[in-house]
């Protein structure tokens, strides 16, 4: 089983609409949580950091829920531009400043 | 400021032959890292350095060698090249504050025939 979970997608979505991912972790201890964006042939960039709270970024919201081991990302109002592979990123206890990657889900956002 | 650049960009390697990739951040980041990246399983960790002249194994160091003399760059050596190594490698840097996000280069692709 592998660490962290997201399904691969792809996600097909018009312009404006509503979107989310999820992703699954399977250490419970795990520290720290992340959104990375992929665009297609490029590396990954930080989209966002995930708190226990939850938190927003413009039209992304990230939620955390560590009783069922699992992140959300959702984006509002999509844009052309997001189209992109979007990684969810864990940092497992004990791990010091390792990160363990999702495979990612695929996002295509069209006109 | 460049951020973290990684040469070569592409390279076609023969079964066998050896090569080095080449990673240099210029943001005086104490950590770096070397990843590849396949379809479908994500970016997996090859090896990691905590500071210069140190070096760990991640988790797919096998048929790789790193080494870091100086803080800025970071060697990732591949002596017998496989098929089975051909991939995207990013490498990738962070600082040691509370901030653990990781800056990564533009990859380079490899392909071994």
């Known amino acids: 089983r592998k660490e962290v979970e997201q399904d691969p997608g792809p996600f097909n979505v018009p312009e404006g609409a509503t979107v989310a991912f999820n992703c699954t972790y399977s250490n419970s201890a795990s520290q720290s949580f992340f959104w990375y964006r992929q665009d297609c042939r490029k590396e990954p960039k930080l989209l966002m950091s995930v708190y226990s709270s939850g938190n927003e970024d413009g039209r992304f919201t990230a939620q955390l829920n560590r009783a069922s081991q699992y992140i959300s990302l959702l984006i509002r109002d999509s844009k052309l531009s997001d189209s992109a592979t979007y990684l969810c990123v864990v940092r497992f206890s004990g791990s010091a400043r390792q990160l363990t990657f999702g495979s990612g889900t695929q996002l295509t956002v069209l006109p | 400021n460049a951020g973290v650049t990684q040469t070569p960009k592409f390279r076609v390697l023969k079964t066998g032959q050896s090569m080095t990739l080449l990673c240099a951040q210029d943001?005086?980041?104490?950590?770096m890292y070397w990843y590849r990246q396949d379809p479908g399983m994500g970016l997996r960790l090859i090896h990691y350095s905590v500071g210069e002249g140190t070096t760990a194994k991640g988790e797919v160091p096998d048929g790789y060698n790193v080494s870091r003399l100086k803080k800025q760059n970071f060697l990732l050596g591949l002596e017998s090249a496989a098929p089975s190594q051909t991939s995207v490698y990013f490498c990738?840097?962070?600082?040691?504050?509370?901030?653990?996000?990781?800056?990564f280069g533009p990859g380079t692709r490899l392909t071994v025939t």
């Open positions: 990738a840097s962070s600082t040691g504050t509370a901030s653990y996000e990781q800056y």
């Open positions: 943001m005086n980041h104490e950590y």
